[in-house]
């Protein structure tokens, strides 16, 4: 048990590693179009008023209801922030908390997160400045002509568990967008 354990473990922090040197490359620094595997998320809902200290409440409440019921989450955790407060210019107010999970199956509080077609820009630096990579984001879309059809999600690929400094925090944004038809 304890091996099986100890393997699992390693796994989850090379996970986490490998996704924060891929954050750390120069070219990921700007917004990439990309192809999203379908993935699962263990989720939480945010009590309102949606400041970070419930959205942290609601994260701390996610890894313990994990630890407790031994799911094989990553170490790693992120939000959900619903598009319309995004057009409204109320980035942090998250309405969820998540866990990326290993699992195969939607259930009560697993959600399914599928295989799309996605808009991505890493942000670095506190989260309150996190307004700054959506508007540039936002822009990047209208300037491309791509239809976010998502939610926001955020990835924390390095924070407060892992940084010494909110300045080094790194902050994947991910939104699916509408695929376009190809042309006749």
Do not use: W
């Not at 994990?66 to 409204?88: C, M, T, Y």
């Not at 290993?102 to 399914?112: C, H, L, P």
């Not at 967008?177 to 190809?182: L, W």
Request: aromatic share 10%.
């Amino acid at each position: 048990g304890k091996l099986k354990e100890l393997t699992l473990i390693k796994s989850r922090l090379k996970h986490r590693c490998d996704k924060m040197e891929e954050a750390a490359k120069p070219e990921n620094r700007e917004f990439s179009v990309e192809r999203a595997e379908t993935q699962y998320i263990f989720c939480r809902d945010v009590m309102p008023p949606y400041s970070l200290t419930e959205v942290s409440l609601a994260t701390k409440q996610c890894y313990a209801q994990a630890v407790r019921e031994n799911l094989p989450v990553f170490l790693q955790s992120g939000v959900i922030v619903p598009l319309d407060k995004i057009r409204a210019g109320r980035f942090t107010e998250a309405s969820t908390a998540f866990l990326p999970i290993e699992s195969s199956q939607e259930t009560g509080a697993i959600k399914k997160l599928p295989a799309g077609t996605c808009v991505t820009i890493h942000h670095f630096g506190s989260y309150e400045s996190i307004g700054l990579s959506y508007q540039k984001l936002l822009d990047y879309c209208a300037a491309h002509a791509l239809t976010l059809c998502s939610d926001s999600y955020e990835f924390c690929l390095h924070d407060y568990i892992t940084a010494r400094d909110k300045n080094e925090y790194i902050t994947k944004i991910l939104f699916y967008i509408q695929e376009n038809p190809p042309a006749p």
